[in-house]
């Protein structure tokens, strides 16, 4: 099992800037795959980005796509989200999760530990 703790959501401007970071607990973290997931009222959860096991490959969802950028730091069990030009769309509680494996998973099923979630609010 994987432990998540995310941080570094909060309240923002509409064009402005915010990083996420998740710190895993875990023996060895490059046995997962990462994603970014937000979740708004009245909506579904919805993948945001998603990383390999390396950093080597990622994914974006089309909303996000040239504003975000996942990224994660192996050496510190760490995965970041890096939002920009945030709108007031992109308001939700953002959550990071882990899925074991070797690919790049996009589809909420295959996350099997989740984080407690990280308030974001974008004001227009």
């Known amino acids: 099992q994987v432990q998540l703790v995310e941080s570094g959501g909060g309240l923002v401007q509409a064009g402005g800037s915010l990083r996420l970071s998740c710190a895993a607990s875990?023996?060895?973290?490059?046995?997962?795959?990462m994603g970014w997931f937000r979740h708004a009222p009245g909506k579904e959860r919805e993948v945001v980005a998603a990383?390999?096991?390396?950093?080597?490959?990622?994914s974006y969802a089309d909303s996000v796509k040239g504003r975000f950028t996942i990224s994660r730091d192996n050496a510190k069990n760490t995965v970041y989200l890096q939002m920009n030009s945030l709108k007031p769309e992109d308001t939700a509680v953002y959550y990071c999760?882990?899925?074991?494996?070797?690919?790049?998973?996009?589809?909420?099923?295959?996350?099997?530990?989740w984080g407690q979630g990280t308030q974001v609010t974008v004001s227009s």
């Open positions: 999760a882990a899925a074991k494996g070797t690919y790049l998973y996009t589809q909420v099923r295959l996350y099997n530990d």
């Open positions: 875990v023996r060895t973290f490059t046995l997962y795959a």
């Open positions: 990383i390999n096991w390396s950093g080597g490959s990622t």
